[in-house]
């Protein structure tokens, strides 16, 4: 396999460097952003390359891309840099944990990221661009548009189809057989049982505050006899 360049050098491509590095036989040579945003020469003991000279540097027949960039823009950042990369003749490299406990008939895209320890039945499609991370659930014959985001936790049951750009935040839940629209925000803890239009926003409204400090609640509650 060809050695990987990472585009990116914020927090996502840290994690995602370091599950290459320790739990993987890729290998990573150099990372690689827009030349307005070089942190220096140097990042994670990696050379960053501006990706205006990337091809010339490392071309696209020996070396392939991982876009490592979170979900701004509903996703669409990440989308564009795959494009560009793609764009330059670079073949865009995925990584699925060895611990993931996929299944072997998972189909999934180019620039997919699978962190360990998902739940993800069988009969299950992914496209090109999705994330999933560790205690995310996608249902049996569910499948999942391009450029989506899975927050830990987030469940999918099954039959369900996700579409592209989307983003599931931590323990939102999609019910069975939903159709969810293209580049909807589904937020925490929020519960969409019904088919949704294009670019919708599910919130749950957070927890109030209880009126007394935590010390009198401890003092009032069953939690101080434990």
């Known amino acids: 396999m060809k050695p990987i360049i990472l585009f990116g050098t914020g927090k996502i491509a840290e994690i995602i460097l370091y599950f290459l590095r320790n739990d ?13 945003y070089m942190p220096g ?25 991982l876009v490592a960039l979170g979900y701004q823009d509903m996703n669409e950042l990440r ?15 995925s990584y699925v944990h060895p611990q993931s406990g996929v299944p072997k008939d998972l189909v999934h895209g180019d620039n997919c990221f699978i ?10 499609k992914l496209g090109s661009n999705v994330f999933v991370w560790s205690g995310a659930m996608i249902g049996h014959h569910s499948t999942i548009g391009d450029n989506v985001w899975l ?14 750009g989307t983003f599931l935040a931590v323990n939102s839940t999609i019910g069975h057989g939903v159709k969810i629209g293209q580049r909807c925000f589904i937020g925490a803890n929020a519960l969409v049982t019904q088919g949704t239009e294009d670019d919708q926003v599910f919130v749950s409204a957070s927890t109030k505050p209880f009126r007394l400090s935590s010390q009198q609640f401890m003092r009032m509650s069953r939690f101080s006899d434990l």
């Open 24 to 36: 993987s036989d890729r290998t990573v040579v150099a990372c690689t952003v827009d030349r307005a």
């Open 41 to 65: 020469s140097e990042w994670q003991g990696l050379p960053v390359v501006p990706f205006e000279e990337l091809a010339a540097t490392y071309p696209p027949d020996q070396y392939e891309v």
């Open 79 to 93: 989308a564009g840099k795959c494009a560009a990369a793609r764009a330059l003749g670079y073949t865009l490299a």
């Open 115 to 124: 962190m360990n320890q998902v739940m993800i039945h069988p009969c299950v």
């Open 151 to 164: 927050t830990s936790c987030a469940n999918v049951s099954g039959v369900v189809t996700v579409g592209a």
